[in-house]
Structure formats: structure tokens, C-alpha cells
T-cell receptor, first 116, second 114 residues
Framework: AQTVTQSQPEMSVQEAETVTLSCTYD???????LFWYKQPPSRQMILVIR??????QNATENRFSVNFQKAAKSFSLKISDSQLGDAAMYFC?????????????FGTGTKLQVIP | SAVISQKPSRDICQRGTSLTIQCQVD?????MFWYRQQPGQSLTLIAT?????????ESGFVIDKFPISRPNLTFSTLTVSNMSPEDSSIYLC???????????FGQGTRLTVV
């Protein structure tokens, strides 16, 4: 079974600074997707960024970028120019790309605090 | 991206009663998913609901406790039956995106059982 591990329960960053959230995963598959989701206090799970395992190029979405290391099974999220609205729980997630749509497995989350 | 509406957004219920949570999607989707998020925890999949067939439950979840309906391609309900305080959680509805890669979520239902 696939597992997703987030070893940082909480992180803090000064506004306008850069922060990196860590994620590792375990799988025997070669084709899969990785995601970072943001959950603010409103509870809404919001997709931040997606990475396909077959792509070597790291995904970027505006201030958000990932460092995807497939051999190391590592998938970190970098938030640049942090804003107060970035404060939330961040979940790393994995989904197999084999055999149709598969369920998403989530990590335990990292609570990000942004300090003004 | 899909727009997902969940009702109710929150509720406080007495133990022993049942609550039905509704999930409405703005487009037709084959698969809908129900997750539970216990306080301070991550998301755990309860079941997958396909239209026209019985829901598939994950280990540790049973139909008698969490019956699910899926009457059409845009709607599903999850019932939390015979509730106890341990059922106090956020329950989230989810669907796959049109490209069948990422998942989209409703705003969740915060359930408190007293």
C-alpha cells in the first residue's frame, strides 16, 4: 500500500519570505500523481499544485513550486513571497495512475503559519 | 474544475441519531468519494460511490454505519447512522476532475455529536 509522510507538523514563515514543506512517499508503482492541497480554516480542500511522475520537470504554479525527486520518493513544496492568505494546513497526496481512477492517499498535513 | 456543494455545512447532533449529508456536483461524474477528517487528522476515504452500483467501502467502514446513495451522476448522500461522539469529524465529498487526475472537494460538513 502507498503511504505519504509529512514530517513537519507545523511550520512558520515571515511574510514575503520563502518556505519549503517536505513530503516523502512510498510506492512500488512507476506511474502516479502527486499533489499538494491547501486547507484553510474554511475547511475547503484546494488543489495547489500537481505533478505527474513521468514528467521530470518540476511543476510550478505562480508562487508555488515543487522539488520532485522520483528516485528518492520526495516531493517538497516551496512557497515563495509568502502571503498571509497562505496560512493553512497543507496536505501532500498520492494517487496511482494505473487502472483508471484510483483513490487519493493523504499525508498527515503541515500547519503553516505566516507571520506578518 | 468541478463545483461541489455540500449540505449541511455544520451540524450538532444527539448521540444515537442519524445525519444525512448531501453532495451536489455541477457536472456529471462517474465516481464520487466520501472522506472523513477527524479532528487534527488527515483525510481517510470512507467509500467510493458509483452511479448505478453499490458503494465500495474501505477497510474499517461498513454500509450499516455509513449508507451511501448515488441516484444520479450529479448527486450523492452519505448518512452517518447511530452516531456517537467518536463520529465527530469533518466529512468531505470529492470527485475526480475531467482529466481524471486531481480530486476536487466540497467545503465539508463539520459534524459534532453530543
Amino acid at each position: 500500500a502507498q503511504t505519504v509522510t509529512q514530517s513537519q507538523p507545523e511550520m512558520s514563515v515571515q511574510e514575503a519570505e520563502t518556505v519549503t514543506l517536505s513530503c516523502t512517499y512510498d510506492t512500488s508503482e512507476s506511474d502516479y500523481y502527486l499533489f499538494w492541497y491547501k486547507q484553510p480554516p474554511s475547511r475547503q480542500m484546494i488543489l495547489v499544485i500537481r505533478q505527474e511522475a513521468y514528467k521530470q520537470q518540476n511543476a510550478t504554479e505562480n508562487r508555488f513550486s515543487v522539488n520532485f525527486q522520483k528516485a528518492a520518493k520526495s516531493f517538497s513544496l516551496k512557497i515563495s513571497d509568502s502571503q498571509l492568505g497562505d496560512a493553512a494546513m497543507y496536505f501532500c497526496a498520492y494517487r496511482s495512475a494505473t487502472g483508471g481512477y484510483q483513490k487519493v492517499t493523504f499525508g498527515t498535513g503541515t500547519k503553516l503559519q505566516v507571520i506578518p | 474544475s468541478a463545483v461541489i456543494s455540500q449540505k449541511p455545512s455544520r451540524d450538532i447532533c444527539q448521540r444515537g441519531t442519524s445525519l444525512t449529508i448531501q453532495c451536489q456536483v455541477d457536472s456529471q461524474v462517474t465516481m464520487m468519494f466520501w472522506y472523513r477528517q477527524q479532528p487534527g487528522q488527515s483525510l481517510t476515504l470512507i467509500a467510493t460511490a458509483n452511479q448505478g452500483s453499490e458503494a465500495t467501502y474501505e477497510s474499517g467502514f461498513v454500509i450499516d454505519k455509513f449508507p451511501i446513495s448515488r441516484p444520479n451522476l450529479t448527486f450523492s448522500t452519505l448518512t452517518v447512522s447511530n452516531m456517537s461522539p467518536e463520529d465527530s469529524s469533518i466529512y468531505l465529498c470529492s470527485v475526480a476532475g475531467t482529466t481524471n487526475t486531481e480530486a476536487f472537494f466540497g467545503q465539508g460538513t463539520r459534524l459534532t455529536v453530543v
